[in-house]
C-alpha cells in the first residue's frame, strides 16, 4: 500500500513546527512542505529589520537547512488555492498537488480594513520583503532632507499602536541619532508621530507598567495621539478623526501596522473565515474537513473562558504545530488525541535593545531585566524552528549592551 500524503502549506512557525514534530515522530507518511521562500524568517523580529536595527540574514534561514530530506519533500512555490473538495492545492509554479491530510498554516497579511489609500500610500509591515522595503523609504526620506530642506522628510507616522508599532517605535528611536550622524540631518528636527483609534495604549498591561512603556517612547520624542482612528492615508498625509473633526498630519514615512488578517488563499478556497482566519475544532481541524488541520494566523482557537480568540501569536503558533505533529503521528496510527489545549506563557515586547516590558508566568517584568526576558524568548524561538547551530550563529546573545 502506497503512503499517505500529508501537504504542509507555510514553513512559519506553525507549518515548520508541524513538520519538525512529524519528522521526530517519524510517522510512515510522505511528507510535503510547501512555501513561498526557501527560507524562513523569524516575523516576531521583523520590526528589527524595518527599522534597520538587524540585517534580514540575522531572522532567516534557509528551510531546507533544518529539514531531513530523507523524510521531507521541500516545494518552493506560492499557493493560490486549496481545492477542499477535491484533496488538491494549486501551486503558482508547480500546477496542482493532492493530499491525504492537509496542514495550512499560511500566516498573516496586512490588514488595511479597507480604508482608502493605505495600499498606495503607506507601507506594511507583515514579510522580509516589505521589512527591507520600510527600512528603504524610513533611510530615503532622512537622506533626502540634506537636499530638500522639507520637514515632512524628518516625519514619521506610525500607524496603530499595537506591540507590532511599539517595538518599531523602540527600534527606530534608538537608530535614529546614528542614522543623524551619517545622513547629516538634524536629530532635534525628527518627528515620530504615533495615531492609535483606542483611547488606551497597551490596553493588556496594568496601567502602571503601560505607562512606563509609553513614557520611554515619549521621551525618546514619540508624540501619542489617541482615540483617533485613521480615515484615510493621502500621499505623505494621514487623515485621522478626532472629536468628530478630521486631521491632517504630514509625513513622508507612513508605516502601517494596524494588525494583521489571515492569508488570502483562505477566502479564497472558500473557507467559513473572518478576517481570513478560521475557527477551528476542539482538534485544529475545520469543521467538515476532518483532513484539513489550520493553525497559526490563519486559525481562530476560541478561549472558553473569555468566549473570544486567543490573539494569534508565534506561542500558539508554535504549540498548535507540535499538537498537529502528534496528532497525525496518532491518526496514522488509529490512535486517538486529546484536544489542543494552549498554555499561554505571558507576553514581553521589546523597546529597543535594552528594555523590555511584559508579563512571564503570571509576573510582571520590564526594563532591562525585561530585554534579556525578551532575548531568552527570541533565543529559545530560534532553537525551536532552526535548532542549536542556527541559534548559535543568529541568537540574541549581547546581554550587555
Ligand atoms: P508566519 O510566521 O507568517 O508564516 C507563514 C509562512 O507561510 C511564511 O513562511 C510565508 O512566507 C509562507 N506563505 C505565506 N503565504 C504563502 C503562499 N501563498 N504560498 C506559500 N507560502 C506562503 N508573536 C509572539 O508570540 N511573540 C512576539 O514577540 C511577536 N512579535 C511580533 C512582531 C512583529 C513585528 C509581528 C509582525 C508579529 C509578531 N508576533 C509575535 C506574531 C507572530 O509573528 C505571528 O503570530 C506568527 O508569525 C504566526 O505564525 P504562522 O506560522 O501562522 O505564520
Ligand atoms: P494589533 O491588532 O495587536 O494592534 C493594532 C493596533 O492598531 C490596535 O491598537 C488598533 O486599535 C489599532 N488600529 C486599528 N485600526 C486603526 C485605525 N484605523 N486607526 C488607528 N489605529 C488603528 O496588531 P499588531 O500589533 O500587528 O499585532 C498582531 C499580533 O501579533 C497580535 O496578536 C499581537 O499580540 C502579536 N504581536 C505580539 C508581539 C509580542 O508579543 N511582543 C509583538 C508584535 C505582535
Request: one cysteine or more.
Amino acid at each position: 500500500m502506497s503512503q499517505p500524503k500529508i501537504v504542509v502549506l507555510g514553513a512559519g512557525y506553525a507549518g515548520l513546527k508541524t513538520v519538525k514534530q512529524l519528522q521526530k515522530k517519524n510517522v510512515n507518511a510522505e511528507i510535503i512542505l510547501v512555501n513561498k521562500n526557501d527560507y524562513h524568517y523569524e516575523s516576531t523580529q521583523l520590526h528589527e529589520v524595518a527599522a534597520g536595527t538587524e540585517p534580514a540574514g540575522k531572522i532567516t534561514f534557509k528551510v531546507e537547512d533544518v529539514l531531513d530530506k530523507n523524510k521531507v519533500t521541500f516545494i518552493e512555490d506560492t499557493v493560490t488555492l486549496v481545492k477542499k473538495d477535491e484533496k488538491k492545492v494549486v501551486l503558482a509554479k508547480k500546477g496542482e498537488i493532492s493530499y491525504d491530510y492537509l496542514v495550512i498554516a499560511l500566516g498573516f497579511e496586512s490588514e488595511t480594513f479597507g480604508i482608502p489609500g493605505v495600499n498606495e500610500f503607506s507601507k506594511p509591515l507583515v514579510d522580509i520583503k516589505t521589512a527591507e522595503s520600510c527600512r528603504a523609504y524610513l533611510d530615503n526620506n532622512l537622506a533626502n532632507y540634506a537636499k530638500s530642506k522639507d520637514e515632512a522628510d524628518l516625519s514619521i507616522a506610525v500607524c496603530g499602536a499595537g506591540f507590532t508599532s511599539i517595538e518599531y517605535l523602540g527600534e527606530i528611536t534608538n537608530r535614529i541619532p546614528k542614522l543623524a550622524e551619517k545622513l547629516n540631518f538634524p536629530k532635534d528636527k525628527i518627528k515620530i508621530t504615533c495615531i492609535e483609534a483606542m483611547p488606551t495604549l497597551l490596553p493588556m498591561f496594568s496601567e502602571k507598567l503601560g505607562t512606563y512603556g509609553i513614557d520611554i517612547l515619549k521621551k525618546r520624542g514619540v508624540n501619542f495621539i489617541v482615540g483617533t482612528p485613521i480615515k484615510e492615508i493621502k500621499e505623505n498625509t494621514v487623515v485621522y478623526e478626532q472629536d468628530g473633526e478630521l486631521k491632517e498630519l504630514t509625513a513622508n514615512t507612513v508605516i502601517w501596522t494596524t494588525g494583521v488578517r489571515g492569508s488570502a488563499v483562505v477566502g479564497k478556497s472558500g473557507f467559513d473565515e473572518r478576517r481570513g482566519r478560521v475557527v477551528v475544532q476542539d482538534d485544529l481541524t475545520v469543521a467538515d474537513y476532518p483532513e484539513i488541520f489550520m493553525i497559526g494566523d490563519v486559525s481562530a482557537v476560541m478561549d472558553k473562558e473569555s468566549n473570544r480568540p486567543f490573539p494569534t501569536t508565534a506561542q500558539i503558533a508554535l504549540q498548535q504545530g507540535i499538537y498537529v505533529g502528534n496528532a497525525l503521528a496518532a491518526k496514522l496510527s488509529n490512535q486517538s488525541i486529546d484536544a489542543f489545549t494552549y498554555k499561554p506563557l505571558g507576553t514581553v515586547a521589546s523597546i529597543g535593545n535594552n528594555v523590555g516590558l511584559g508579563n512571564v508566568m503570571g509576573k510582571e517584568v520590564k526594563g532591562y531585566i525585561g530585554s534579556i526576558m525578551k532575548k531568552n524568548i527570541i533565543n529559545k524561538s530560534l532553537v525551536t524552528t532552526g535548532g542549536t547551530k542556527t541559534l548559535l550563529k543568529k541568537g540574541r546573545f549581547d546581554y550587555y549592551h
